[in-house]
């Protein structure tokens, strides 16, 4: 992905093309425009990375420079943090769809450095050979300041410069609610992590937490840059508490998509599926605040109608039929 400008922003492509699968009302593809999304029910995350690629049926990363953004908030075990074994898988699938090189780009809420060596990753990346970009080291000339119009952050905020210049972005993400205002935490919640904190000189993650407009404040962050593809890991969720620690659920679930909006709507229904608390529970899926500021600034799907749930096989096809029930009714 080529550095964004401002006027791109709103723009949206990637959807994959030319499948057949069943649809919001079990029939074949809609439109090109549709959001995809591939489901894939499974408790083995290599198979959940790999199968839920290959139904998306597409190729993003083939003689890129790839950049992945992972969860390494904290070093917290699945879902407070991206599975080893997720990464592995994801970074074995990039190399084999024919990616240039693969960068690992992240700034954690501890050092981030500390939050690696926690999760005993950096060696495997490197066996993997996969370059650690650790945007903590990034000189200040490098933290690019946006200020979009209407605007919740009323300063701007500043986006990690290898987000916005790498030519493909791929963001892995967990299945999990975020007791801290932010609701639940996916994909987008999850590029909070391209904003510089405190360690930076600034006081970004202060005044969005400090903020009532938190979740719009989210999805505003997200304007800048978008994802060439999104995976996200849902084996394991938080349906209350988190971001780090929670009460956990089995969903036993993997997702893909290029839409940020779709796949967050998906979660937010298995959420909701699995039993959580009253703030995924009673708001309709749309006007969570997070989804609904995202479709205002045109990021992704702007009705439950327009996503294409796309099972991996019959036992995700069960499980999709239950989603879309909940994802229809909001």
Known sequence: MKRV?????????GVAGGSIFLGMDGGKAMASSASHVALVKTDNRKNGV???LKVLSMNPVKGK???IKPNFNTADIPPGSTHNDTLIALVEEVWGMGAKSISLGERSYPPTREVMDKKGILPILDKLNVRVIDFDDLDKKDWVLFKPKESHWPNGF????PILET???ISTCCLKTHQYGGIFTMSLKLHVGVVPTFRHGYEYMRELHGSPHQRRMIAEI???FKPSLIVLDGIDAFVDEGPMTGKLAKGEVFLASTDRVAIDAVGVAILKFLGSNESIMKPKIFEQEQIAR???LGLGTSSASEIDLIAADEKSRIYREQILE????G
């Open 294 to 296: 995202a479709v205002e």
């Open 158 to 161: 500043r986006i990690a410069r």
């Open 5 to 13: 400008n401002r006027r791109d922003f709103l723009k949206y492509t």
């Open 167 to 169: 030519e493909c972005l």
């Open 222 to 224: 997200n304007e800048p």
């Open 50 to 52: 790999k199968t839920s």
């Open 65 to 67: 420079n790839v950049l």
């Open 326 to 329: 909940i994802l229809k009714r």
